[in-house]
């Protein structure tokens, strides 16, 4: 099987890949939205994509491009634990780091930290950790240091100057898997933690009581909802969708009368997976 993912070599998103398939081929793409249209067009079977982390929240581009660009199937979910280290070119003899490089996510993991040893560094936000971690190994002469895990760290040849800089800890980072097809996931490591299944929903307009209505249709068929989440349908300010994860697997009788009930309200109703989600330990993780 081929597995596209957020590469290059060394980002979270290859480690969450490796995961949850023992084997395979993996295949890098430089951005989230290449990773989807990579699946659409067939050049891979699936793709992995970071969707949630636990200090930043959402993976906004992600949820944006599934659900305008390219409406896939979610067949897969993983929460990877996430370190971040501050990195440098052992090659670099500047003693002052001007610029601090990669992912807007990770930088934000490490505001605190950024804020209280270097309020002087510029930001530069790059596609991820690994290409920042790039970057740094192909510019020696720069002032400049990469936030980014251990394996880009090994991989690009980098002095780790301060390690463990996120925010907070217990910092996690889910994943999901985008595929055309159904496939069975063929898990190295990593624990099976829940079912889920998620749906995008619409309110018919915007009216006093209408998510309350919504989220009843739920709450007296006993459905335990993981996840409420809006985003802007981008058809003008104040319209909005819900994303809503629903513990448990699609079953023929709660799901079903769920989404009747809701389309019955005037709502729009979509099933964007319904998969089983994985929980790596740092112990197992790897690239
Ligand atoms: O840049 C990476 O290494 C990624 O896999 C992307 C990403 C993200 O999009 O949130 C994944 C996990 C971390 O939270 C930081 C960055």
Known sequence: MRIGFLGPKGTFTEMAARGLFEQGEFVSYRTIPSCMDAVSAEEVEVAVVPIENAIEGSVNLTLDYLIHKQRLPIVGGITV??????LVNQKN????????????????QCHEFLQK???????????????????????????????????AASEYE????????????????????????????????????????TLMVTLPSDYSGA?????????????NLTKIESRPTKTGLGNYFFLIDVEGVMDDVLIPGVTSELKALGCGVEILGSYPCYTLEKSKAKA
């Not at 930001?123 to 950790?129: C, D, L, V």
């Not at 249709?217 to 006993?222: E, H, L, V």
């Open 211 to 223: 998510l309350h209505q919504v989220l009843s249709a739920f709450a007296w068929r006993k459905l």
């Open 117 to 151: 040893y270097y309020p002087d560094a510029e930001w530069e936000y790059m596609n991820s950790t690994g290409a920042a971690a790039s970057f740094v190994k192909d510019n020696p002469g720069l002032p400049i240091a990469a936030i980014a895990n251990e394996i």
């Open 93 to 108: 003899s500047s003693e002052k780091i001007e610029k601090v490089v990669s992912h807007p996510h990770a930088i934000a």
């Open 81 to 86: 634990p996430i370190e971040q280290h501050f």
């Open 158 to 197: 980098l002095t780790t100057l301060h390690a463990n800089i996120h925010d907070f800890a217990n910092n996690r980072t889910s994943f999901v898997v985008l595929s055309k097809k159904p496939i069975m996931l063929s898990c190295n490591g990593p624990t099976h933690t829940e079912d889920k299944t």
